[in-house]
C-alpha cells in the first residue's frame, strides 16, 4: 500500500487528535496564505488569481507524495522572481503567452523533480554550496525588494537587474503617487512595527511566545483590510492608487501546458535551476523542523512531492511552487501533524477564492509590495558575508561572485556562476596539495612536519607527507615537487612518500608516480611508499607500478624509517637530542 | 644578461664539441623535417610551402627563449589536424582567408602561450588528464590516417569526422586512380617495412642501432625522391596522380596576422586547445629527453619558447607550431646538445625553400600521406584504453569519451568532453567518500576498519573515519551517514570523527558539522573530533563551531577513547579478546 500511496505512512494511523492540530494549522497557513500568494503572484509577473490557484491543487499534490509533516508548499519569492525572469525573456507581461510559458515552467519543473526522485538523485543538489545559496538568497532578497518599490511609489517600472531597477525608478519617481505612496510606507511601517515591537509588546502582556508570534504573522491580513477599506470609503482608486481590480471568483481552471517542444527547450535551463533550488531550500526547512520532533524525512520523497506539486500547479492554473520558509515555521508551530494540513489549507484557499475574491478588487497593490519588502528582507543576510570572510576566503569569494552576479547580471547567471566558481576553487585547492617533509619526534613512534614540530631527521631518507589525494591536476606538481626535495639535498638516499591522507591516485597520478621513480632512480635515489590505504593499495596492486618501484611499501613510516635507517630512528627513539639535520638548516 | 636573453645561459659556455653535435643533429633533422613539413601543411589544408615557413623563424623563436636543449619545433600532425578543423569552420581551403586565419591562429596562439609563460600558469596544463591526453592523440591519429587516404586512392573526399570521412570515401572509391594508388600503397608498404624490418635487418648486419635508426628515419626521403623520379620518368601527372606542383622558391615572405577582432575571438577557443594541447605534448618531450641527461626543463620558459616560435610563424607565412616527438628524439639521438641545433636546422630548411623547391613539382600527395599515415599510426595506442580500464574505471571512461567524441564530431569537441568528464568523475568520487567505522586492534593503540580487520568497538561510543576532505559536495551526505549509523545502534552516547584524512573542511562542510551537533544533541549524543590537522584546525578556531561543540577535540583516537571508553580501551590494549559488539554483529 505504502509503495503505491506514500501518504499511506500518516493516513493509516489518523486520528481525531491530530486532525485537530493539522486544522488550525490550516486556517492559519490560509490567513497568512492569502495575501502572500496574491503577492508573489504580482511578483511572478502574473494575475492574482494565480497566485490562489498555485496555493490548492500542488498542496494536495505534496500531501500524497512529501515525507514531511510541516512542510507548508506554495508559491515563494525566491521562485516567483525565477519565474518572472525566465518568463519574461519568452513574452510581455499579461499575455497569454506568459502564463503560458509560465504553466510549461511549473510543468517542466515538476517532471524534473519527480525524475530526480524516480531516480534517487537528490544528492546532486548538494553541488549548490552553502555559501552560494546564502549569496543568492541575499541578493534575491534585495533585488526583489528593490522591484516592489514601484508599487510603493506608485509608478510604472522595470528592469531586471538592480542598476536597471534602479535607474528606473530615479527616472520616475517625480511621478510618484502621494496617496499609493502614503499606503505603502504605512503598510512597511505598520508590518516592521508587528514584526519587531508587537510581537515583544504583547509577550511582555503576558500572551504566549507561540499565540504572540502568530499574531504577528496576521499583520499582513490585518493590512489587506485596513487598506482595503481605505481605498473603498475615500475611493482612492479614483486618486491614481493601482488596485489588484476585478479577480475572477471560483476554482482553479483545468489547464494543460503547451507541448511546444522550442518553449520547453527555452525554458530547461531555467525549469532545472528553480527546480534545485526549490528543491534546496525546501530540504532544508523541513530537515530543521522534522529534527525539532525527532523525524526524518526522505529526500527522495521530498523530490516525488514537490515534481507532484509542481505538474499540479501546471495543471490547475499555477506557477512553479515550492515549501516555504516561514509559512512552514507557522505551520508547525500552529501544530500540523501530517501533510494532510496541507490538504485543509489549500481547502481554505478554495473556499477564499470561491467566496471573497470580489473583496480583493480595492486591494492596493502598494499594499502586497509592502507584504513582500517586509518579507523578503528578513532573508537578507549581510552578516553572512563577513563570517564567511573570516572563516574561508575562497568560500567568501563564490559568496561574493554569486551576490555581484544576482544583482547586475541576473538570478540565473548568479547562481551558476556561484556553482562553477564554487567547484573551480575546490579543484584549485587540490591542485596545490599541502606537501610537509616530516621528521621523529623524539621519544616517539610519531613523524610530525619539520616546519611546525621539533623532530630528528635522516642525513640519508627524506620523508615526504601528501595530504591530498593523487589525482590529475596535481599529480605533476608532486612529481616535481618531491623530485626537487630530493636532489636539493646532498646525501639523500632514499624518498619515502607517505600517503596517510591519500584516499585516491588515479591513472594520470600513476603516470606521475612511475615517473618520480624512473627519475629519482636515474639520481640514484630510491623511493618508497608508507601507510597506503587498502582501496589505494588494491588499486595499485592491479598496475606494474609495484614491480617497477625501486623501493618497498611499508604499512607504517615507523617501519619504513626503522628498515632505512635503523640509527637515526633508534636514536630519536630514544629521545636523544635531535642533530641539526640537513632539513632543520 | 640571462634575463634579457635567456638563450645566454648555454651561449656563454658554446665550444666546437657542441657545435658538431648539433649540426650533426641539424643536418638529420633538417632531412627529416622536409618532406614532414610539406606533409602536415597538406593536413593543415595549407600549400606545401607554409610547412617549409613554419620550419624557419619558429625554430629560431624557441632557441632564444625555450629551456630543452633537444626539442625540436615545427609543424606536428595533431596541431595541423585541429588548425584544419579550426580554419576549416571559418574559410574555404586554397582560399587567401584561409591563409590568414591560420596566421591569426599561430599569432592568438603564441600571445596565449606568452600570456601564460608571463603569468607562470603553466601548471593549469595540468587539468588536461593523462587518459583525455592519450586518448586524444589516438582518436587523432586515427583521424589523421583516415583523412589522407583520399591521397592514397587519388579521389576527392572530405570530411571532419570519421563517419563523414568513411562515407565520403566509400562514395569515392570507384573513381580511384590506379597509377595513385600504386605510389600510395607501394610507399606506405616501404615506410612500414623500413620501420619493422630494416631497421632490425642493419643491426644484424652490424650497424650501430643509432645509425640504423637514423637511415630507418630517412626512409621518407627516400621514397620522396623516388616517387618524384617515378612521376618525372614515366610522367605519371599526365595520368592522374596528383602531385604537389609548383612551390614558390625563396625565405619566407613577412607577414603579419589580421587584426579583425571578429576574427580572433572566432579562433579563440581553437587557439587555446592548440596551445594547451602542443605545450602538454611538447613539455611531455622535453622533460623525457632532460631527464635522459640529468637536466631539467622549466616549464614557463617552454611557455615563452613555444610562444615565441608561434608569434615568429605568425609573422613568416607559417602556422602553429609545437614540439614534435619523434622529431625531437632524432635530434637527441644525433647528439644535439643545444637549441643552437635548431637554428641550424631553420638554416638547413632555408636552403631547402632557397635551393630545392623546384624538385617538390612532381612530388605525389600519395608520397605525402603515405607519409603522414606511417608516422600517426605509431601514435594510436589502444592497449592503454585495456591498460586503463584495469586500473581505474573513471580514467577509462573519460579516454574512452575522449577518443569516441574527437572521431564522431570533432578534435575539440573531444578535449572538452574529455576535460570535463575527468573534473566531474573526479568531483563525482568525493561527493561519495569513503566513510569507515572502526575499532581498536587488540594489543596497539591503532585503529581500524571494523569490516576488515578484528577489532574492538566500545558499545557507547562510535568512532568514524572519513577518508575525505569535507566540502560542500559531500558535506551533507556525510551528516545523514554519521546520524544514521549513531541512532541506529542502541547505547550510543558518543560519537567520535577521525579527521586524519580531511584535509579541508569548507563552509558548507562546517554549516553540516554544525548541524550534525545539534541533531546529535537533540538525540542525546556528544560530538567529538579527533586527529584534527593543523591547519584545519587553525581555520576551526575561527568559526564558533568550538563553542558549540557538545564533546571536545582529542588529539588522538586512543585519547578519544581512553577518555570515553576507559573500560573497553584498557581491555582491548591488553589484547582481551574482542567482544562481539554491536558495530561487529
Known sequence: MQRFLPAWSWLRDYDRSRFQGDGMAA????????????????????????????????????????????????PVAVVSLMTAAAVGELAAVGTPEYRQAALVLAGLSGVMLLALGVLRLG?????????????????SGILIAASQLKHILGIPAGGHTL????????????????????????????????????????????????????????????????????????SLDT?????????????????????????WRQLFVSALLISVIGFVESVSVAQTLAAKRRE????????????????????????????????????????????????????????????????????????????????????????????????????????????????????????????????????ARSTRPHIAIVGQVPGTHHFRNVKRHKVMTS???????????????????????????????????????ICAAVNGIDASALESLEALNERLKAAGVRFHLSEVKGPVMDRLKRSHFLDDLTGKVFLSQWDAMAALDPETTRAAEAGERPALSAAAL
Chains 1, 2 share one sequence.
Open 163 to 234: 542598476v536597471e531597477i534602479v535607474a528606473s525608478l530615479a527616472e520616475g519617481i517625480q511621478d510618484s503617487n502621494w496617496p499609493t505612496l502614503v499606503i505603502g510606507v504605512a503598510v512597511t511601517a505598520f508590518l516592521f512595527w508587528v514584526r519587531s515591537r508587537l510581537k515583544p509588546f504583547l509577550i511582555r502582556l503576558g500572551v504566549g511566545v507561540r499565540t504572540a508570534d502568530s499574531v504577528a504573522k496576521a499583520g499582513p491580513v490585518v493590512a489587506v483590510i485596513a487598506t482595503i477599506l481605505a481605498v473603498d470609503l475615500l
Open 296 to 427: 526524518r524525512i526522505d529526500p527522495n520523497r521530498e523530490l516525488l512531492g514537490l515534481g507532484a506539486a509542481n505538474v499540479a500547479a501546471s495543471v490547475s492554473g499555477g506557477y512553479p511552487v515550492t515549501g516555504g520558509f516561514a509559512r512552514s515555521v507557522v505551520n508547525f508551530d500552529a501544530g500540523a501533524r501530517t501533510p494532510l494540513a496541507g490538504v485543509l489549507t489549500a481547502v481554505g484557499i478554495g473556499l477564499t477564492a470561491l467566496l471573497l475574491t470580489p473583496l480583493f478588487h480595492a486591494l492596493p497593490k502598494a499594499t502586497l509590495a509592502a507584504t513582500i519588502i517586509v518579507a523578503v528582507l528578513s532573508l537578507v543576510d549581510l552578516g553572512a558575508l563577513k563570517r564567511t570572510w573570516a572563516y574561508s576566503k575562497a568560500d567568501f569569494a563564490a559568496m561574493a561572485a554569486t551576490i555581484a552576479l544576482v544583482l547586475l547580471v541576473g538570478v540565473e547567471a548568479g547562481v551558476v556562476a556561484g556553482v562553477v566558481l564554487s567547484i573551480l576553487l575546490y579543484l
Open 27 to 74: 486556517v492559519i497557513v490560509t490567513i497568512m496564505l492569502i495575501p502572500q500568494s496574491l503577492a508573489y503572484a504580482l511578483l511572478a509577473g502574473l494575475p492574482p488569481e494565480v497566485g490562489l490557484y498555485a496555493s490548492m491543487l500542488p498542496l494536495v499534490g505534496y500531501a500524497i507524495f512529501g515525507s514531511s509533516n510541516a512542510l507548508a508548499v506554495g
Open 239 to 263: 486618486q491614481g492608487v493601482s488596485v489588484v481590480g476585478a479577480v475572477p471568483q471560483g476554482l482553479p481552471p483545468l489547464t494543460l501546458p503547451s507541448f511546444d517542444l522550442e518553449l
Open 459 to 497: 642525513p640519508s631518507v627524506l620523508s615526504v607527507r601528501v595530504d591530498e589525494s593523487l589525482y590529475f591536476a596535481n599529480a605533476r606538481y608532486l612529481e616535481d615537487r618531491v623530485y626537487d626535495e630530493a636532489v636539493a639535498q646532498e646525501g639523500i638516499r632514499d624518498v619515502v612518500l
Open 123 to 139: 544528492f546532486l543538489a548538494s553541488w549548490l554550496s552553502h555559501p552560494v545559496i546564502s549569496g543568492f538568497i541575499t541578493a
